[in-house]
């Protein structure tokens, strides 16, 4: 296992199958990694769930203020019907960092269908919210649960990352990168989280149609 980073990333949502995921993934790459969610007691019995996963007591729960306060970066993972009110609840703590969204607007039941909020992406509508002291970027929405959760093998997928900050998608292009198998993509400005996020319907459709469990987007013609 890698040497531990000093980064600290906090994973609000960390108790799905997306979040949880993405944090066994970090763990094992080296990274401290805290769960966060509404309720600390979920979070902390799913770190360690996790923990014994990986052999190692290196994740931790907490509360998602408490996990989004300690941490340099936040990861948002969850339910698009959840996105506002947890936003919320974050923001004063959140002020000054890098916030990953993640939260792909779907509309159960129909949730291989695109739907397109009022704020035309999740990640745009974190910004608005969350205002220019949060450099939000997104990333991560079109990476399998299922993938992330095996570790015995690397996660064939590009990952198209939006926003508005140089420095900040440098950030999680390293995010991306420490998960053996991912490629990070710069996909231009946080506008363009509309189409990236609304793939994610679409690969639901794909994997329904053609009985996968996890189908990723390539981009090719890069070297």
């Known amino acids: ?19 949880s995921g993405l944090v066994l993934r970090w763990a094992h790459g080296g990274y401290r990694v805290l769960i966060g969610s509404r309720d ?10 996790l923990n014994a996963a990986l052999g190692e007591d290196v994740i931790r729960g907490l509360s998602n203020v408490d996990a989004a306060k300690q941490a340099d970066v936040v990861i948002l993972s969850v339910p698009y019907g959840a996105h506002h009110m947890i936003l919320e609840s974050v923001k004063d703590v959140v002020q000054g960092k890098v ?16 739907y397109v909020p009022e704020g035309k ?6 910004q608005a919210l969350l205002g220019e002291g949060v450099r939000v970027v997104a990333a991560f929405q079109n990476i399998s649960a299922a993938h992330l959760k095996d570790l015995e093998h690397g996660v064939d997928s590009d990952v198209l990352v939006c926003g508005d900050d140089a420095e900040a998608k440098q950030e999680v292009f390293q995010l991306v990168e420490a998960i053996d198998g991912m490629r990070a993509i710069d996909a231009g400005s946080l506008a ?24 990723g987007i390539r981009i090719t013609g890069l070297e």
């Open 1 to 19: 296992m890698a040497k531990y980073s000093l980064m600290t990333i906090a994973v609000l949502g960390g108790t799905g199958k997306e979040g």
């Open 99 to 114: 916030l990953v969204d993640v939260t792909v607007p779907l509309q159960p039941p129909a949730v291989r269908t695109v």
């Open 121 to 126: 992406a999740a990640s745009l509508e974190s």
């Open 40 to 49: 600390a007691d979920r979070a902390a019995a799913k770190a360690d769930e």
């Open 192 to 215: 363009n989280a509309v189409a990236v996020e609304a793939l994610t319907p679409v690969l639901l459709y794909i994997n329904k149609q053609y009985r996968v469990k996890g189908a």
